[in-house]
Each structure stands twice: as structure tokens, then as C-alpha cells.
């Protein structure tokens, strides 16, 4: 059984920085893709950031130079860190992972129960 589990959400005014965080209990395959949705309300989804086995990683351009995906070396804590948070990063954040790689196109099999970020002016 995989769980995910998200936290670290809160509010913040412009240009603050928030961290969030997954924790990832139970199996990990050796060929993963881990990463942060974000869905804000009347929006579709948006891939923010992904991490794949090999250590790649990969960004929206919306959120590139100020969002990074650090993992930890055990592979089962994976953060967000935001920087320069604008209005428009307001959403709900989901930790999210694949046993494949992220160029795959398979959809994301686990996920975590979402964290709330709230930027305000």
C-alpha cells in the first residue's frame, strides 16, 4: 500500500516563500515519477514541478526560477520549495506519483490529500 501524505500549506503575502512537504510510506519502485499538482478553483489542473527516478526534474514554465523539487536521499520525503509566490500560485497542492517514467504520459497513480497555499497581496 502506497500513501502519500501532503502538509506545509498555509498563507502567505506576495513575494513570501512557503515549503511544502510528501511523505511516502510503503513500496517505491525503482523507476518512479514524483511531483506537486496544484488546482485552483475553476482552473484544470497544472503539473507544478516533477522529479523522476533518475533525478531529473521538471518544471512549469509558470513557476520556473522560483520553484525547486528537492527529494531527500531515502526517496520518501519530496518538497516543494516556492519562492516569489504571486497571487496566481493560489491553489490546492496534491503530492502525486508514478511507477514510470515522467515522460511517460501515464497518469499519476497515487496521491496525496492536498495541501492548501493561499497567496494574498
Known amino acids: 500500500q502506497v500513501q502519500l501524505v501532503d502538509s506545509g500549506g498555509g498563507s502567505v503575502h506576495t513575494g513570501g516563500s512557503l515549503r511544502l512537504s510528501c511523505a511516502v510510506s510503503g513500496y517505491i519502485n525503482s523507476r518512479y515519477c514524483m511531483g506537486w499538482i496544484r488546482q485552483a478553483p475553476g482552473k484544470e489542473r497544472e503539473s507544478v514541478a516533477v522529479i523522476g527516478s533518475d533525478g531529473s526534474t521538471s518544471y512549469a514554465d509558470s513557476v520556473k526560477g522560483r520553484f525547486t523539487i528537492p527529494q531527500d536521499k531515502s526517496k520518501k520525503i519530496l518538497h516543494l520549495e516556492m519562492n516569489s509566490l504571486k497571487l496566481e500560485d493560489t491553489a490546492m497542492y496534491y503530492c502525486?506519483?508514478?511507477?514510470?517514467?515522467?515522460?511517460?504520459?501515464?497518469?499519476?497513480?497515487?496521491w496525496g490529500q492536498g495541501t492548501q497555499v493561499t497567496v494574498s497581496s
Open positions: 502525486a506519483a508514478k511507477w514510470a517514467y515522467c515522460s511517460s504520459g501515464l497518469a499519476f497513480a497515487f
